[in-house]
T-cell receptor, first 117, second 109 residues
Framework: GAVVSQHPSWVICKSGTSVKIECRSL??????MFWYRQFPKQSLMLMAT?????????EQGVEKDKFLINHASLTLSTLTVTSAHPEDSSFYIC?????????????FGPGTRLTVT | DAKTTQPTSMDCAEGRAANLPCNHS???????VYWYRQIHSQGPQYIIH???NNETNEMASLIITEDRKSSTLILPHATLRDTAVYYC??????????FGTGTSLTVIP
């Protein structure tokens, strides 16, 4: 149980284009999902907290107009990297909390590797 | 910002116990300590969490000091598959996780 998937697992795009990454909770409902970014040999950095039916809360220094987050259902959150540039190349990971569990444990997806050329 | 500090790396012999320390001296009374691990290029995997009592599950044990300023994750019999980066995280009031630098554990045959 508590499986989180991401799609795609990797993507290559050209500079200036936009890329959408999906995060799904497969066997549970998640009112809250989180998006992280991880550069090579570095730790995970929290980008934003995504709440179902409301606007995402972004961490300081993360551009909300560049990283668009939509959490339209209890099982799906999407991250769109707009006008991507090579410096946006990174490993993007989402996580989700299980609404039904009395726990704040986060279940992580397998990550999406974005390469911008 | 991360509220934890961990050693950058550790080695452990296969079959022996791996003891991974974490300092969280600024932890507040209602903040939990979580441990996750990340194997290369994968999403983090939950290990264990606790508030003030020691905890044990099928993967590991978590020992939290009485003043809650530090904790130790214990993998009782390390295997090669336990080689990973281990993150100690303090869950803040807004339920966010702020990852520190983690400890890269290498289990040696």
């Amino acid at each position: 149980g508590a499986v989180v998937s991401q799609h795609p697992s990797w993507v290559i795009c050209k500079s200036g284009t936009s890329v959408k990454i999906e995060c799904r909770s497969l066997d549970f409902q998640a009112t809250t999902m989180f998006w992280y970014r991880q550069f090579p040999k570095q730790s995970l950095m929290l980008m934003a907290t995504s709440n179902e039916g409301s606007k995402a809360t972004y961490e300081q220094g993360v551009e909300k107009d560049k990283f668009l987050i939509n959490h339209a259902s209890l099982t799906l959150s999407t991250l769109t990297v707009t006008s991507a540039h090579p410096e946006d190349s990174s490993f993007y990971i989402c996580s989700a909390r299980d609404l039904a569990r009395n726990s704040y444990e986060q279940y992580f997806g397998p990550g999406t590797r974005l390469t911008v050329t | 910002d991360a509220k934890t500090t961990q050693p950058t790396s550790m080695d452990c012999a296969e079959g022996r116990a791996a003891n991974l320390p974490c300092n969280h001296s600024t932890i507040s009374g209602n903040e939990y300590v979580y441990w996750y691990r990340q194997i290369h290029s994968q999403g983090p995997q939950y290990i264990i969490h606790g508030l003030k009592n020691n905890e044990t599950n099928e993967m590991a044990s978590l020992i939290i000091t009485e003043d809650r300023k530090s904790s130790t994750l214990i993998l009782p019999h390390a295997t090669l598959r336990d080689t990973a980066v281990y993150y100690c995280i303090v869950r803040v009031a807004g339920n966010q996780f702020y990852f520190g630098t983690g400890t890269s554990l290498t289990v040696i045959p």
